[in-house]
């Protein structure tokens, strides 16, 4: 299993000082090198569920297994050192660094790691999404589409065993929308990595094998009013 | 990539703000260099390395204004020491060397007003200061007063003048503005190199030149009147000088002049009739000196003086505060570089909010984050840090020939300070500080929060 949350909660707590609830998940799970595409209404918990499942965000309960080791109850800082090796990311808007180079930006995601930088591996990663003769290139110089592909490369630099994608296609123009989708899944195959993708074009989740709505099992209300019986 | 190579192109990502910032630093590192290559000239030309002599011996007075008038020669002279008076000293078991000097005289203004020094040669066969010998700039130079007229002149006399060896020149009379002409006309026999010590600026002349000059000669009653005050009690020496002067009466009563060409060019003035300024003096053993000193406290018209102990007093109590205040002023400079150099990277928190969170995302741990902060307002501390120092080591040795033609200090543009040993890590430690707040700000990033804005 490369990913299994289980009776995760997740909530915020509200300037009046009320708690919002935003997950309330009793299971779900990814197996290892599985490919899922995730819908969701906008102010759902997507991103939320995201942020949980890298450690970016603790649950307020539940288990949140990656690669077959609950990150839940571990500290902030193991889980970022976690994250760094474990999961990739990939952005809606990129996320690239403008003053590094796509290949600094590359080596950038292995830096935080705790195993040195591969450059080797950071450049043969640029050339697997086609960018061989832009490493020294910073984002102000590429295409959207260029960066998107970085961004994808960044995601792998540590050969995670879970991508999380957010959106990936929803800020490229559509002829790259195809090129970059195919990108990642391709890669993710090719690398064994299991890939959780968040869009809510269904064109795009109309492409995945497995296509989860969050609704169907993300209910946050009743997740927390059978906590308070 | 390390934590110092992801600063840095934070760094040269805001090129234009970074660089502003670490100019700051730069300037304030720059001041402070100057401040302290200069005091460590002014240092260096106010301590015992300015004179290799033990005491130095003038008329009962301020200690501090006879080691100004007479080795520094910026300070009119107290007054005069019966010529006899030498004779006395050198005869004086505890001296190893005593050599007089008689101050005065000036070259005319047009010629830059520098002091006229009558001493004898013994003044050039002596170290200037501990371990070093005056040396002649000029191959034709000779370094010795040999005839009446014969003047030694130190650099930067020559230098400003333009003169050299054969050149000849006049003096005035009293003060270095006085339009009051002696006739005679002096020749250079030698033109000394660069001492860095007041020698630079002096006209040495023969001390017997100096007594014959129009208007050196004092009244007689004035005269006996001044020995009889020096000599006190001690009968034996004053019945000598009172019976060289009445053997002077008695000649000018024949109509005898001292000073007249016919009688040798005045060689024959009794030494009752001179004076000196001063006796450069060096003694035998340590304790001879403090001997020497401690007896003329007593009952002496003359004092002795150590020169190194009123120029202490006066670093300490009038350049050391200047000094302090400067550093101070440069110290202020800084702080505020550094207020610069936290406002800098503050502002430009709120901007790199998203960037920090990308980091966090990719797994950057807070305290990374927070290093990254902390990295960047060091190396824009130290960068500046480094660059004004160049810079003020770089200006000092630029403008170093010119300020010593302009006041004799030789400066010494690579010379360190003690200080600057601890300026670098006083600004890792600064950098630390006035990144700490904006190095804070990113620790406690939140990443949802960032990554979302």
């Known amino acids: 299993m490369s990913l299994l ?63 077959g080791k609950d990150i839940a109850p571990l500290p902030e800082v193991v889980r970022d050192r976690f994250r760094a090796v474990k999961i990739g990311f990939v952005f809606q808007t990129f996320n690239l660094l403008p003053a590094f180079t796509a290949l600094e930006n590359v080596l950038l995601g292995m830096s935080f790691s705790g195993r040195g930088v591969d450059r080797a591996f950071a450049i043969s990663l640029l050339e697997r999404v ?42 490229v123009d559509p002829a790259n929308q195809d090129l970059i989708l195919n990108l990642i899944r391709d890669t993710c195959k090719e690398n064994k990595v299991t890939l959780l993708m968040v869009t809510h074009a269904m064109d795009v989740a109309n492409k995945f094998d497995r296509l989860d709505k969050l609704a169907d099992f993300n209910d946050p209300q009743a997740a927390y009013q059978g906590a308070a019986t | 990539m390390n934590l110092f190579s992801i600063a840095w192109k934070s760094v040269k990502q805001r090129s234009v703000a ?27 030309a106010l301590n015992q390395r300015s004179i290799a002599y033990d005491l130095i011996i003038g008329a009962k007075g301020s200690d501090l204004q006879l080691v100004l008038s007479s080795v520094y020669r910026v300070q009119p002279p107290i007054a005069n020491l019966p010529y006899m008076y030498l004779d006395q000293l050198q005869n004086d078991r505890r001296v190893e060397t005593a050599i007089p000097l008689a101050f005065g005289d000036f070259t005319k203004p047009q010629h830059g007003g520098f002091p006229i020094v009558g001493t004898t040669n013994e003044y050039f066969l002596n170290e200037y200061t501990p371990g070093k010998m005056f040396e002649v700039a000029d191959q034709e130079g000779t370094r010795q007063l040999s005839e009446l007229y014969d003047a030694v002149i130190g650099s930067q006399v020559a230098h400003r003048n333009g003169w050299s060896v054969g050149d000849q020149f006049s003096i005035v009379h009293g003060s270095a503005d006085s339009e009051e002409t002696h006739d005679e006309l002096f020749t250079i026999v030698s033109v000394l190199r660069q001492t860095g010590t007041p020698n630079d600026r002096s006209v040495f002349l023969n001390l017997e030149a100096v007594y014959i000059l129009d208007g050196h000669q004092k009244p007689i009653d004035e005269v006996e009147t001044r020995l009889k005050d020096f000599y006190g009690n ?90 302090s205040a400067l550093m101070v002023l440069t110290g202020m400079i800084i702080a505020v570089s550094g207020i610069s150099i936290f406002v800098s990277i503050y502002n430009s928190m709120s901007d790199r909010k998203r960037e920090i969170g990308i980091m966090r995302a990719l797994g950057a741990r807070r305290s990374s984050v927070f290093s990254i902060i902390l990295a960047e307002s060091t190396v824009l501390c130290i960068g500046g840090g480094l660059m004004g120092w160049l810079i003020g080591h770089g200006l000092s040795v630029v403008f170093a020939p010119y300020v010593s033609a302009q006041t004799g200090l030789l400066l ?33 990033t939140d990443v949802a929060d960032a990554l979302t804005s």
């Open chain 2, 234 to 323: 001690d009968s034996e020496r004053l019945g000598i000088a009172l019976q060289q002067m009445e053997e002077l009466k008695t000649r000018r009563a024949k109509g005898q002049q001292f000073g007249d060409e016919s009688m040798g060019y005045g060689l024959d003035t009794p030494e009752a009739m001179k004076e000196i300024t001063a006796v450069f003096v060096k003694t035998r053993e340590v304790f001879d000196a403090i001997s020497l000193q401690s007896q003329l406290k007593n009952g002496s018209k003359a004092m002795a003086v150590n020169p190194i102990r009123p120029i202490k007093r006066l670093m300490t109590s009038f350049v050391g505060p200047i000094k």
């Open chain 2, 412 to 444: 010494d543009g690579w010379a360190l300070n003690p200080m600057e040993f601890v300026l670098f890590p006083v600004l890792l430690v600064f950098g630390a500080l006035v990144g700490f707040l904006p190095a804070m700000t990113a620790y406690r």
């Open chain 1, 130 to 171: 086609g960018l061989e003769k832009r490493l020294d290139h910073t984002p102000q110089r590429m295409s959207v589409g260029e960066q998107q592909r970085v961004s994808v490369a960044r995601s792998l630099a540590n050969k995670p065993s879970l991508l999380l994608a957010d959106e990936p296609t929803a800020n």
């Open chain 2, 18 to 44: 970074s660089m502003l910032t670490a100019l700051s630093v730069a300037l304030g590192v720059m001041l402070m260099v100057v401040v302290l290559v200069i005091e460590g000239a002014v240092d260096g």
């Open chain 1, 5 to 67: 949350l289980e009776n995760v909660r997740k909530s915020y707590r509200e300037p009046s000082g009320h708690r919002l609830p935003v997950l309330g998940i009793s299971r779900y799970e990814l197996a290892q090198g599985e490919q899922a595409a995730l819908v969701g209404s906008s102010g759902g918990g997507k991103t939320t569920l995201l942020n949980v499942i890298s450690g970016i965000l603790a649950p307020d309960s539940g288990k949140v297994v990656v690669d």
